[in-house]
């Protein structure tokens, strides 16, 4: 597909290297990138599963939460732990870069 665009670009870049790429010619066209990720909205449900998982484990560090609940954003899950932990209903404990639930049954 050459035409009269593309001659007028090669013609002000005289002595430059031009490339000509395609979307077939780039490896990960197509793949997950495109694809949106379903996201939940419902915070009750969020909030019952956090706990139900504190009461299996006690312990959870955030970012494993977070691959537990795939279906919701990073931000959601965040939203709902800062949410039970002002309520009393978890315990979150900030070290350095890293945050980690605790069940508030867990002894701390």
Excluded at 17 to 29: A, F, Q, R, S
Aim: hydrophobic residues 35%.
């Amino acid at each position: 597909m050459y035409d009269q665009h593309t001659e007028e670009l090669e013609k002000s870049n005289a002595g430059n290297i031009m490339i000509h790429v395609t979307k077939e010619d780039l490896p990960m066209y197509g793949t997950v990138l495109e694809t949106p990720m379903p996201v939940q909205l419902s915070t009750e449900g969020l909030n019952r599963r956090i706990l139900d998982h504190l009461n299996e484990e006690a312990v959870i560090g955030l970012d494993s939460l977070v691959q537990m609940l795939p279906e919701y954003s990073w931000n959601q899950i965040f939203h709902a732990v800062d949410q039970l932990a002002r309520a009393g209903s978890i315990v979150l404990r900030r070290h350095r870069y890293d945050y980690t639930l605790f069940s508030t049954a867990y002894p701390t």
